[in-house]
Nanobody
Framework: QVQLVESGGGSVQAGGSLRLSCAASGPTASTYYMAWFQQAPGKKREGVAAINSGGSTFYADSVKWRFSISKDSAKNTVYLEMNSLKPEDTATYYC???????????????????????WGQGTQVTVSS
C-alpha cells in the first residue's frame, strides 16, 4: 500500500513562488508515475505535471516554463516548484501515483486522474492579485 503525504501549500501574491512536496511510502514499483493534479472549486481535477522513474517529465501547457517537477528517488519524494504564480493557479493540489501502465493504448500521465491508484490528501495553493 502506498501513502502520499503532501506539504508546501500556502498563500502567495501573483508573481511569487511556492514549492510543493509529496513523500511516498510503500513499494516503489507502485510509484513509477508520480503526478500533480489541481482542482479549483466547481472544476474538474486536471493534470499539472508528472514524472516517471525514468526521469521523463510532462507538463500541462498552462504551466510549462513556470512549473518544474523533480524527484528525489532516494527519498521517493516528488517536488513541484511553482514560479510566476498567477491567480488562476489557485486550487487544491493533489499528488498522485501509479505503477507501470499495461492497459490498451498509450498512457498519458496528465490526462486521466482515474488511472492513478494512490492520492494524497491535497494541499491548498492560493494566489492573490
Amino acid at each position: 500500500q502506498v501513502q502520499l503525504v503532501e506539504s508546501g501549500g500556502g498563500s502567495v501574491q501573483a508573481g511569487g513562488s511556492l514549492r510543493l512536496s509529496c513523500a511516498a511510502s510503500g513499494p516503489t514499483a507502485s510509484t513509477y508515475y508520480m503526478a500533480w493534479f489541481q482542482q479549483a472549486p466547481g472544476k474538474k481535477r486536471e493534470g499539472v505535471a508528472a514524472i516517471n522513474s525514468g526521469g521523463s517529465t510532462f507538463y500541462a501547457d498552462s504551466v510549462k516554463w513556470r512549473f518544474s517537477i523533480s524527484k528525489d528517488s532516494a527519498k521517493n519524494t516528488v517536488y513541484l516548484e511553482m514560479n510566476s504564480l498567477k491567480p488562476e493557479d489557485t486550487a487544491t493540489y493533489y499528488c498522485a501515483a501509479r505503477g507501470l501502465y499495461y492497459g490498451l493504448g498509450t498512457f498519458e500521465p496528465l490526462r486521466t486522474p482515474a488511472l492513478y491508484n494512490y492520492w494524497g490528501q491535497g494541499t491548498q495553493v492560493t494566489v492573490s492579485s
